[in-house]
Every structure is written in C-alpha cells, then in structure tokens.
RNA sequence: GGACCUGUGGUGCAGCUCGGAGUGCACGCCGCCCUGUCAAGGCGGAGGUCGCGGGUUCAAAUCCCGUCAGGUCCGCCA
C-alpha cells in the first residue's frame, strides 16, 4: 500500500483493497472494465484504475459501460461462500451498497481494452491514449520510470551531477543525419536538435564539472527500426581525470541497479572481451551471449582445397544443433540471406550417421569431410552452416545466420551483460581513401597503437567501448582526446583540414586551448535497456507515444503541414510535394 | 533507395492455392430475459467501398499491374 493513493475524490486505489478493510466504507475512482448483468436488481461491474480491478455490486438498472469513469463509494464486503475469484488480487472481497456517480460517460472503444487478443499496431497507435490503460503498457510504463529513478538514483550516489544540454544546437555534419529547425530571428540560418549532448559534454569536463550526467532526448533522422526511433532517450554521462576502467564501474552500477529495480534481480556478472573476440567468435560486435553457435575458424583445413566455393582467405563455420531437420527451402532462405548480407553464398551440410548430406560433400577430401564433420562437437542431426570470404565478412555473415537461427525470444534466457572493448579506431576507407571513424573523431586511440596512425591506420585500436546485453547494442563510450597534438593527428588521418577542423568543432577546439582535463564517457539506451527488461522485442512497447516505421505518428497525424504564416515568418520556400 | 510479409463489419481471424450471390467463426455493440457472475449465460438484432486505382474475365475478396498504409530486414544509424 502507498501512501499516494487518497486523493479528494478517492480514498483508495481499486486493486489495493483486501479482506483487511472489510467493513470499512470507502470510495474509489475508475474504468468500466467489465459489466455483468444479472436482471433488474444485480449486476458486477469491474471497476479498474492503475493498480487493478474491484468488484462492485450495483443494482441492475445502474446504466454504466465499458469505459465509462466511475466514482463508487460502497462497504467492502466479504464475497459470499464459493464465490471467491482468485485470479483477482481483489477476489475476496467486493463493494456492496453502492453510490454510484458518472464522473465520464464513454463510446464504446474502437478496441477492446484486455489483453486477451493481440491488436493490430496500426490501431493501437492511432488510439494509444487507449492502447496504454492495458495493463501491458502500464506496466511497461512503470518498468521505465522505475529505470530512470534508479538510474538517477546510481549517478547521484556516485557523485554525478545532472546538467541539462541545449535541444537547439550548432549543426555539425558528420554522423548521423540532423533534424534541422529554421531560425526566424535569423532567416536562412538553423538549429538542429543534438544527435547526442556529445560536444556539450566535453566542454561540461572543461567546465569543471568532473562528473556529469543527464537522462537525454536524442534526436537522429535517421530510417526507423525495431529498436530504433527517430528520438531516443539515453543516460549520458562523462567524467574527468579517469580511465576507461572507471567509466566502466559508474555504468555497471547504474546498468545493475536499473536491471534490479526493473527484475527484481541483480546480475552478479557483467562479461568483458574485446572487439576482436567478438568478431571472431561471434560475428557480431554486440554478442548475444544466452546460446553457443559460436563461430569456428576452418581457414587451415580449407587452405590449398579444390573446392572452389572455399577459396577465399577465410572460411568460417558454425553448428547448428538438430539443424538437419531444415528443409530445403528453409536451407535455400538461409542461403538468400547470407547472400543479402554479401557472402557469395552458404554451404551447408547436414551431419548423418553415415557422414555429410550435402552438395558440396563429394567434392571434400577426407581431411576437409572429417574437419566439416566435427566442427564444434558435431552430431548426427546437427546441421553445419559454412562461408567463405574476406575474414571480416565471413565472420559478419555467418554471425548474422547465427542470431537468424539461434537468438531466443527478448523475453527468454538470462540477461547477459558483455562489456566489448579495444574498438577499432577507423572502420574502412570511404571514396577518397580516408580511413571512417568508427566512433566520433575525439576518440582517443589506444596508447600502444599511436605509431600505427600513419602506417597502418585500420589496425589502430581506439580507446571506446560498448555494453551489449542479450545481442542488444545498449550503448557507447570512449575516453577522448584532450591533447591538441593527438587530436591534429587524428583529423589529419581522418583528412579534415586545420580549417575544416576550426569551422566545424572551432568552439571545442578553442575550449581544449584553456586547460582540458583528461576525460571519458558513456551513453547509453534507456528504450533499449527498458525493452529487455520488459521482455519486449520492440521499443514502441515501452514508449509512450512512438512512431511508426515510416516516421509518422498516426496520432497526431504528424508531421504535418505547417501555415503559411508560419512559412513566411521562417522565410523558407517549400517545395510542392511531388 | 531495396527485399519480403500483412490489409475482409468496431476488434481478432478463416475464405484467396483451384474466380461463381459478402459465405463462416469468436469477441464487441444494440434490445429483451436472467439475484452470484468474474472469458457469466439465454434469445433476438444491427453492422461490409473485402485498403485504394486500373486490368483480365460472362463473372474478381480470390488472378495480373500499380499505389497507399502498417510490420520485419538490407542500405543508413560518426
């Protein structure tokens, strides 16, 4: 029981009262949930509100409905003999002898508001104002606030100071594409909303604020997916005169406090392996560790092979347990995915008594059949899944069929928190030869890779490491530069002039000249982490008013077309729709 | 920008392969009956642009083309 329940018009909430308050008369306040008639002088109506569902018994000529807002001031009573509901935290009581006022009347709603069926998306949005009474999105809801407060709760214990960051800021193009807002005070010019408060935090560490934190909106436009939205919400911290190590410890507690308050558990092990592990283990820099498949390397046995589908400097492959069992057109959907993600193909063979099913297995050496056969422990009825490629993509493709196949349900499994580390600094080269950074150009690289900068830039580690939880990237961070000639040296590999530098960053830059403390930080998803927690595969389950894949909000309607007159005050010209 | 899936009374589905009257199921809604239900029950009733447009056909929810909306994914997300 809460202390926040009372209020001037109720007394208590519905789905707290208990045999305890038998004889007590008190009133509540709620949601037709349900009404059960029983001729002119019974009827049950289910009164509920955010706690749960009360019986009350009204004479059956009350005209009450679905969804109409009620305030019942009755005497709780037992039920009588037999007729308890124990499927109700409430189902030993119920309130006779009532008053009842109609505080709203309703329409019947477009859907009904159990969750009984599943609804489809599309009308759950257009009406979430109902879709979020269910008692899925309640409780969802109140998964996140619980999230945020702890999280809150862990920052300040640890010293953090919460700093709020502007939602107009300078455009920096570089990264993720700006939503872009016009300045009426000054025509032709623009703000945009902040990808992430990345630049403002760094100059909150010049500023002396050593620990800063803040529960962020992040604005990314961006195309939309399961776990992302256009505006995300992130627990953004940064801190001065520390490691990546320490950085590390702040999020783990904030991350186990948040999963305890959420789970009611705390996981006793965050997991830690570096980018490079992963991949080759894996295929992915987010692994999903609640099942195996990893990733075996058969490079050496493939090496000097006559078969021509292997030859390639990287041949991977993994088991898939009782996979044998696959069709042939779910074994060619494999193959067209793997083809999709950019392998050449898939080779698969199913593992027999006798030996490998397979296309492939007649053009095998005995060497390669026995290496094939074996992979990973291989049994009768195991299906093994091979690709050959460049090592980077054999890995991806192959670590991409492995989540496909094996990644349980969000709501299954342990919650496995990994710590990934030892990023690369740079992650390709784009058209004009320079290396792409693979996090944000004030990463600092790793100290024992600084004499790679020139020579050989994509073997440099950076200092920036993700948390992953269950194959979900759940957030990012580095320790930054806060040295003017390691920084030079970065732009100068990254081909951003001292010009292009001072234009884009100039205020960042002009603070570094005034005493910058070393420095590091993270971010990271509270939809994401609030997802999991929920055991929900898609954020829009644990945000309150999201939009749809295509950007729309089929509520609002928006985005929508502005007026004339606020075009003319923006002085901007729009484009007629083609 | 691309691939795939979905769209049928208010809601959830079936019908589509193999064209033949808007056919069916469950929930909801409206009316009547019912004093112990809680997925209440009984009787009766209303409710449809089969997403939209075009084509094929004697005939289209069903086949073909296009388009819109929603979803999943690839690209994209420093």
Redesign the pocket.
């Known amino acids: 029981m809460t202390n926040y329940e009372a209020t001037s018009l109720r007394d208590r909430l519905c789905g707290s009262i208990t045999s305890s308050d038998i004889g007590n008369r008190l009133t509540v306040c709620g949601w037709v949930a349900?009404?059960?008639?029983?001729?002119?002088?019974?009827?049950?109506v289910?009164l509920r509100d955010r706690s749960g569902i009360v019986?009350v018994?009204v004479d059956?000529g009350v005209d009450v409905?679905?969804e109409y807002v009620l305030r019942v001031t009755g005497t709780v009573t037992a039920?009588?003999e037999?007729?308890?509901?124990d499927?109700?935290s409430t189902?030993e009581i119920?309130i006779?002898d009532c008053v009842v006022e109609v505080l709203s009347a309703a329409e019947?709603?477009?859907?009904?508001l159990n969750d009984?069926?599943?609804?489809?998306?599309?009308?759950r949005?257009r009406y979430r104002y109902l879709d979020i009474r269910r008692e899925q999105m309640q409780r969802n809801l109140r998964v996140r606030a619980k999230v945020n407060t702890a999280l809150r709760a862990a920052m300040e214990r640890q010293g953090f100071c919460e700093v709020e960051t502007p939602m107009l800021w300078a455009p920096?193009p570089?990264?993720?594409?700006e939503f872009v807002v016009p300045s009426r005070l000054h025509p032709g010019d623009f703000y945009v909303l902040p990808?992430?408060p990345?630049?403002a935090k760094q100059l909150l560490m010049v500023g002396g604020f050593d620990r800063y934190y803040q529960i962020a909106r992040c604005m990314?436009d961006?195309?939309?997916?399961?776990?992302?939205q256009f505006e995300f919400t992130q627990l953004d911290l940064e801190a001065s005169f520390v490691t990546q190590l320490d950085i590390m410890e702040f999020v783990s507690q904030a991350v186990l406090d948040a999963a305890e308050a959420a789970t009611g558990e705390r996981p006793t092990t965050i997991d830690t392996m570096t980018w490079a592990e992963a991949l080759d283990r894996y295929g992915v820099d987010k692994p999903d560790l609640r099942f195996g498949m990893t990733l075996h390397d058969l490079s050496d046995v493939f090496e000097a092979s006559e078969v021509k589908a292997f030859a390639a400097p990287t041949v991977k492959a993994i088991r898939v347990p009782n996979g044998s069992e696959y069709s042939r057109s779910r074994l060619d959907q494999l193959t067209e995915?793997a083809k999709?993600?950019?392998a050449k193909g898939l080779a698969w063979f199913r593992v027999t008594d006798e030996g490998l099913d397979s296309p492939l297995d007649r053009f095998l050496s005995d060497v390669e059949r026995a290496a094939v056969r074996s992979v990973d422990g291989a049994q009768s009825g195991d299906l093994i899944l091979v690709v050959a490629d460049e090592y980077v993509q054999a890995c991806k493709v192959l670590g991409?069929l492995r989540v496909d196949i094996g990644s349980p349900p969000v709501s299954q499994g342990p919650h496995r928190y990994v710590w990934v580390t030892e990023f690369p600094m740079y992650?390709g080269l784009d058209d004009e030869g320079n290396p792409?950074?693979?996090?944000?150009?004030f990463t600092m690289p790793h100290a024992d890779d600084l004499e790679l900068m020139d020579t050989d830039p994509l073997a440099v580690r950076s200092q920036a490491y993700d948390l992953v939880l269950n194959g979900w990237e759940l957030g990012s961070g580095s320790v930054r530069i806060h040295r003017a000639d390691i920084q030079a040296r970065v732009f100068a590999s990254l081909g951003i002039s001292d010009e292009e530098a001072e234009s884009r960053f100039g205020f960042l830059m002009g603070a570094f000249r005034y005493g910058a403390p070393p420095h590091a930080g993270f971010a990271f998803g509270i939809d994401r982490l609030v997802a999991i927690f929920a055991g929900e595969?898609?954020i829009?389950e644990v945000i309150a008013f999201p939009?749809?894949?295509?950007g729309?909000d089929?509520m609002t309607g928006a985005p929508k077309a502005i007026t004339e007159r606020q075009i003319r005050d923006l002085r901007i010209r729009v484009s007629p729709k083609v």
């Open positions: 349900k009404r059960r008639e029983h001729g002119e002088h019974l009827a049950f289910d019986q018994v059956g409905r679905s039920r009588p037999g007729t308890v509901n499927k109700l189902g119920e006779t019947p709603p477009p859907f009904q009984r069926v599943d609804i489809d998306e599309q009308i949005l920096t570089e990264g993720a594409r990808q992430s990345q630049i990314r961006e195309d939309l997916r399961a776990d992302r995915r999709d993600l950019g991409a992650e792409v950074p693979a996090h944000h150009p595969e898609n829009r939009k749809t894949q295509s729309s089929l």
